[in-house]
């Protein structure tokens, strides 16, 4: 060997983050952090101060609603604890402390958004570190990855930053400083193979979800090394064992290969195990009465992820995605773009149906869109969840409704899917009444318009609030089904806020109210052959959806992760079976006694 | 404007950062008093997110809260009582 020591082949120790192997040609990102450079102006005229602050204010916005996006992704993928840090940082990009400072560089000193965001992200990140305290300094690193994400969106190259590190045309092994939480988020496990970096322990965030992910990685490399580090230099790691092989042997190379295939391999036949037996069978009890397993989805995404995970249908789809982060009110044509290649993503994807059903925009104060503001004003409601949302809106806004309605319908229409549209937040028959004239005008102006309208869409509603529930019978008569929505229900039933874990933890996840209010909603539509269905957490609930079947709920509809070991839980006992244990649950009377029952399952 | 002062000593095992402190700020942000969090000589505002973490506040440090406003009592109440819970970290 001719060549400097460090190109021996024996592999370096590092620290095991996340098991597995990878080896493949290094994408090498040297600088610690990643911080976008603005590379422009970082002064202003006093004339430019209004724009500035309107663009800083705009690029907030959007990377405020791109972290929901990421944290609702990470929840359903990974796990809430690891999609808590991008809670953080939303607050972070909302604090009145930073927010001061930078209004206040702009205004004052004519700095521009871009040189502001970062002075005061820097300034507070560096207030951080001095606390000399592990923790706390991990905090520096989320100010700063929040602030780059902002400057992405001022900067204007959002697209190409946010796939900077995400997503690569040929397998690679990335080799970095340091990653961010949103970083390892982004990272794609078809084409990452593995991840290297200088700092990093087993415990950050990135590194639990590099586990997540089922992505190989270490840390601790000792940064010397990763400078002399080129792009395409073929290297490979030992996430088991702790290992760096920055030039591995012809032999070596050989061995790490055919482990990295058997990993990959094992992971496919895993995967394959798990999906195929429930992905492509409808769901049913053991004696194959069917109960349908539908998704809860709130985008094009989660539409397709659906699909893909055996959803017979979508059967609530949050049409919300389309208006939130964002000032101006989407259009009739671009509601009706979105909304088709929606339709179409899940039609792509799903072996099993191609039903919908399409909630419409279930605004309020307690979900806030800044696009409806120059309509109904701000909100500023004393008592959102009792305010002015959901239907309500749709009553004094028709003109919204229909557009939305509108779009909806041409959508189906154009690709074919069953869409069945309910309403959001009904407590009053005079509502549902409105809202069906509502929807027998579009129609018919659809009609005189030439459009076809498809097929038969159904009408139905959400039963969310006790005034619904406890009107079902006479409801019933008036709607094509009935969808209920578990968590609102819950929270109007027993007064109380399901987001404040102040009085939740006094109830349990079934409450005796609760239940008996489901019960009647179900019987009320058995009555008039009105289908309900039930969508919300308690039908993600491996031990609570069997007992929704038995009390006579055909079609339980849950986030996209929940549908194969629900449709698996199912399937192990009879209707019969189910039954018996909801008339038993019927008959308790403090939510400890259901419970119990509830433990005779899960013990089973 | 009524004004509400109390002392909490933190208990959870991480002491006030990420969640906790994301929690804080939430619960805070509920009510219209203003309010103060200190600690020992720093002082935040508790509905700042970055002045809390930058309280540094670990396991057994000592806050005092203090509210000034119309809902100051329950404001203090309420975050007194998610610091007493430990965050619901435990389980």
């Known amino acids: ?49 209004a724009a500035e602050r309107q663009q800083l204010h705009t690029a907030l916005e959007a990377a405020v609603a791109e972290l929901q996006t990421l944290r609702e992704r990470i929840t359903r993928k990974v796990g809430r604890n690891e999609a808590d840090i991008f809670e953080a940082q939303q607050l972070m990009l909302q604090d009145p402390e930073l927010l001061e400072e930078i209004e206040t560089l702009i205004t004052q000193q004519h700095f521009s958004a871009v040189a502001a965001l970062q002075q005061a992200a820097e300034h507070q990140a560096g207030e951080l570190e001095a606390l000399k305290s592990e923790v706390f300094a991990a905090r520096a690193a989320d100010i700063r990855d929040a602030a780059s994400r902002v400057i992405r969106h001022l900067v204007g190259n959002n697209q190409a930053a946010a796939e900077d590190t995400g997503v690569a045309e040929f397998p690679i092994v990335i080799v970095a400083y340091d990653l961010t939480p949103s970083d390892t988020a982004n990272l794609d496990p078809r084409t990452i193979l593995g991840v290297c970096t200088v700092v990093g322990g087993p415990t950050t965030h990135a590194a639990i979800l590099a586990r997540a992910l089922e992505i190989p990685a270490v840390s601790g490399l000792d940064p010397q090394v990763l400078s002399l580090l080129r792009d395409g230099q073929q290297i490979a790691i030992d996430g088991t064992h702790g290992l760096f092989y920055r030039a591995p042997d012809v032999q070596q190379q050989c061995e790490l290969f055919a482990s990295m295939l058997r990993q990959q391999e094992d992971r496919a036949a895993r995967h394959k195990q798990d999906m195929a037996h429930w992905r492509d069978l409808p769901g049913s009890t053991a004696d194959g009465r069917a109960v349908q397993v539908f998704a809860n989805v709130g985008d094009k995404e989660s539409a397709r992820a659906a699909g893909e995970a055996g959803a017979e249908g979508i059967g609530l789809l949050r049409t919300e995605f389309l208006f939130g982060g964002r000032a101006v009110f989407p259009d009739e044509q671009e509601q009706f773009e979105s909304y088709t290649a929606l339709f179409q993503a899940f039609a792509e994807a799903s072996p099993l149906g191609k039903t919908i059903v399409a909630r419409t925009l279930d605004a309020g104060a307690d979900k806030p869109f800044p696009a409806l503001e120059p309509f109904i004003g701000a909100l500023n409601e004393a008592n959102p969840a009792l305010g002015l949302r959901g239907a309500r809106i749709h009553l004094v806004h028709q003109d919204l409704l229909r557009q939305q309605l509108r779009a909806l319908l041409r959508a189906a229409a154009l690709t074919g899917i069953q869409l069945d549209i309910m309403f959001p937040m009904i407590a009053t028959l005079e509502e549902v009444r409105r809202l069906r004239a509502v929807f027998a005008a579009v129609r018919e102006e659809l009609q005189v318009e030439g459009v076809s ?33 578990a968590n609102d229900l819950f929270q109007y039933t027993m007064a109380a806020d399901r987001t404040n874990n102040r009085v939740m933890g ?70 019969e079976y189910w039954q018996g244990l909801a008339r038993q649950l019927l008959k308790g009377e403090t939510a400890e006694e259901m419970q119990t029952v509830l433990l005779s399952i899960s013990e089973r | 404007m009524p004004v509400v002062e109390t002392t909490v000593v933190i208990t959870n095992k991480v002491g006030l950062h990420a969640r906790p402190a994301s929690m804080f700020v939430q619960i805070a942000a509920r009510f219209q008093s203003q309010v103060q969090v ?24 000592t806050l005092m809260l203090r509210a000034e406003g119309e809902d100051a009592e329950n404001a203090v109440n309420a975050l007194a009582e998610l610091i007493d819970r430990k965050f619901n970290e435990e389980e």
């Open chain 1, 1 to 49: 060997m001719s060549g400097p020591e460090a190109l021996s082949p024996s592999p370096m120790v590092v620290l095991a983050i996340s098991p597995g192997v990878a080896i493949g040609p290094a994408r090498v990102y040297e600088l610690p952090g990643k911080m976008a450079r603005s590379g422009h102006n970082d002064r202003i005229t006093a004339e430019q101060v």
């Open chain 1, 453 to 485: 309208t498809g097929p038969q869409t159904h009408i139905g509603i959400m039963i969310e609030t006790p005034a619904a529930a406890i009107m079902a019978d006479v409801l019933a008569r008036e709607v094509d089904f009935f969808s209920i929505g």
């Open chain 1, 506 to 575: 006094m109830f349990g996840a079934l409450e005796p109210s609760v239940w008996r209010l489901i019960d009647r909603v179900v019987q009320a539509g058995e009555a008039h052959g009105k289908p309900v269905a039930l969508c919300g957490e308690l039908a993600a609930d491996p031990r609570i959806a069997p007992l929704l079947a038995g009390l006579g709920v055909r079609e339980l509809s849950m986030s996209p992760s929940a549908i194969l070991p629900v449709k698996a839980v199912l399937h192990e006992r009879t209707l």
């Open chain 2, 38 to 61: 200190m600690h020992g000589e720093k002082k935040a505002n508790a509905k700042s997110i970055m002045g809390v973490l930058k309280l540094g506040a670990m396991p057994g440090d």
